[in-house]
T-cell receptor
Framework: GAGVSQSPRYKVAKRGQDVALRCDPISGHVSLFWYQQALGQGPEFLTYFQNEAQLDKSGLPSDRFFAERPEGSVSTLKIQRTQQEDSAVYLC???????????FGSGTQLSVL | EDKVVQSPLSLVVHEGDTVTLNCSYEVTNFRSLLWYKQEKKAPTFLFMLTSSGIEKKSGRLSSILDKKELFSILNITATQTGDSAIYLCADLTQGGSEKLVFGKGTKLTVNP
C-alpha cells in the first residue's frame, strides 16, 4: 500500500472489554513496531517484529497486552480487560531496514471509559 | 535506562522567525539520534544523525549532533504556519534492540 494503515482510527471501550488494533505495514517492509503515545508524551516502545518473529516485547506494560504478526505482514495488537490507563494513541510503524526512515501510521486512538 | 529530554516543551513564534529546538540524551551505547515531525497523529521522519559536527539540511530545516556534550539541535529558519507541529527527538542504541526512545516533544506554534 501507499503507507502504513491502521484500523480502527478511533475505538471507545468499556473498562474490562477486550480490543484488537490492526496494522497494515507498507508492502515488503520487514520491520514492524508498535508504540503507545499518551496525551502530552512522546511515543513509548511496546514491541518489535522482524517478519513474523517478535524480537523484542520488553515494552508491553502487562500480560494483558499481546501482539502478533503471523504471516510477516499484517499485525494485531490485542489488549485484554482494558483499563482506563490504557487510553492512548497506539502507533504502528514499519521500515525496510530497522529504524532508518521509519514510516508511521496515523494511529488508533483508544479511549477506555 | 536511556533518557531523552527536549526543550522547550512549547514555543510560539511569528511567521518568519528562526527557531532552535533542543534535545539532550543520556544513553548507553549510542547509535543514532533521530528527529520526527508530528502533525495530528503520524510522526514523519526528518533527520537521522550519527556523527558529531556534521550538519544535515533539508530546505529550511537543519540539524546537528554533539556527541561529546550529548545533545542535538533542530533549526528552522523563516518559519511558516505549516511548520506548526510537535517535533520529536529519539535515540537509537546499539546492542540489538531496534527500539527508539523518544522525548516528550516540543510543540511549535507559528502564528501568521
Amino acid at each position: 500500500g501507499a503507507g502504513v494503515s491502521q484500523s480502527p482510527r478511533y475505538k471507545v471501550a468499556k473498562r474490562g472489554q477486550d480490543v484488537a488494533l490492526r496494522c497494515d505495514p507498507i508492502s515488503g517492509h520487514v520491520s514492524l513496531f508498535w508504540y503507545q503515545q499518551a496525551l502530552g508524551q512522546g511515543p513509548e516502545f511496546l514491541t518489535y517484529f522482524q517478519n513474523e518473529a517478535q524480537l523484542d516485547k520488553s515494552g508491553l506494560p502487562s500480560d494483558r497486552f499481546f501482539a502478533e504478526r503471523p504471516e510477516g505482514s499484517v499485525s494485531t495488537l490485542k489488549i485484554q480487560r482494558t483499563q482506563q490507563e490504557d487510553s492512548a494513541v497506539y502507533l504502528c510503524a514499519s521500515s525496510s531496514t530497522g529504524n532508518e526512515k521509519l514510516f508511521f501510521g496515523s494511529g488508533t486512538q483508544l479511549s477506555v471509559l | 535506562e536511556d533518557k531523552v529530554v527536549q526543550s522547550p516543551l512549547s514555543l510560539v513564534v511569528h511567521e518568519g522567525d528562526t527557531v532552535t529546538l533542543n534535545c539532550s540524551y543520556e544513553v548507553t551505547n549510542f547509535r543514532s539520534l533521530l528527529w520526527y515531525k508530528q502533525e495530528k497523529k503520524a510522526p514523519t521522519f526528518l533527520f537521522m544523525l550519527t556523527s558529531s559536527g556534521i550538519e544535515k539540511k533539508s530546505g529550511r530545516l537543519s540539524s546537528i549532533l554533539d556527541k561529546k556534550e550529548l545533545f542535538s539541535i533542530l533549526n528552522i529558519t523563516a518559519t511558516q504556519t505549516g511548520d506548526s507541529a510537535i517535533y520529536l527527538c529519539a535515540d537509537l542504541t546499539q546492542g540489538g534492540s531496534e527500539k527508539l526512545v523518544f522525548g516528550k516533544g516540543t510543540k511549535l506554534t507559528v502564528n501568521p
